[in-house]
């Protein structure tokens, strides 16, 4: 009787373990629109422990007078495990049916509003000032490379200025174009000076055909507007007539910087001299675009004021969801009514001399 007793608690133990792996199973692999139905799953091992005791307790009041009655008895309690073990299969199939599991799908039709970006950048010979590593042309291409490397969704162009000013990238979504473009920037490109004013022209002139929603030129310099023929006020209000927002940017230290001031043997000879950046006009042509002004003293400094800019310019983008659901329930409905079916046959056409 022990023996018996011990098989049956394995054989529900079984039971209950096949129970709750199939529990997990399902539970990972739908949604399910009343998923407070599997409260009902305790029901389950209470079930379990009473069919275990009623067997005990029937098994205790039956005498077995013959080997043939043994075994009788012995097929007849093995086959009661079985019926109890499709009841409860079926019962947990049924609780998932109450529990309406569904699988979704979702559509997402993704709409990016594009920037069209325009870095202009300042090329002048005090661009090889040596307040930043190796100089502050270096530095500001470094950064700017890594700029256009975190924005893959944003057209960019890069505009070019000394004296003169002219296109070094147009506006493209091809990236590599553009960082192999910055990365071949170098002084004396075009004639010598700095025309702030003509190289923010240029660049409003690269974006005012733009159908772009955000439309937005960097404006890097390390000096004074001193060449060109267009002036830096004029140039704002040519990129506040085409709603650009200009974000300016002055490069150098305070005070004073080792700079190129000659050149021998095809060398520059640097020599100490005061770092003039005339941040007023930077400043107004930043307010009236409805951009901002940042002063760099140091390649540290700005990264930050790219990495700021590239917040304050995200790309934005508008998300249309359709979610779909579709029931699931047909196929546990099914296996729960086949498993009742042969609970029944085997209950009532094959073991009726034993139950």
Known sequence: MKRSSLISALFLTLVNAMVLIGFLWIRNRHEFE???????????????????????????????PSMVNNWKSTWAQLNRHWLFMFRVVAMFFLIVVIARPQSSSSTENLTREGIDIVLA????????????SPNRLESAKKVAIQFVEERPDDRIGVVVYEGESFT??????DHLVVKNGLAALRTGMVEGGTAIGMGLATAVNRLKDSEAESKVIVLLTDGVNNMGQIQPEDAAQLAELFDIRVYTVGVGTIGKAKSPVAMNNGRYIYDWRPVEIDEEILKSIADQTGGKYFRATSEEKLRSIYSEIDLLEKTRFNVLQINRKTEEFKIYLMVALALLLAEFILRYVFLKSLT
């Open 168 to 173: 070094q990238v147009p506006i493209t979504t």
């Open 121 to 132: 950048m300042d090329l002048s010979l005090s661009m090889l000032s040596q307040d930043f």
């Open 34 to 64: 009343w998923s407070a139905a599997f409260y009902l799953l305790i029901l389950i091992p209470l079930l379990s422990v009473y069919f275990h005791f009623r067997r005990f307790k029937l098994q205790s009041a039956v005498r077995v």
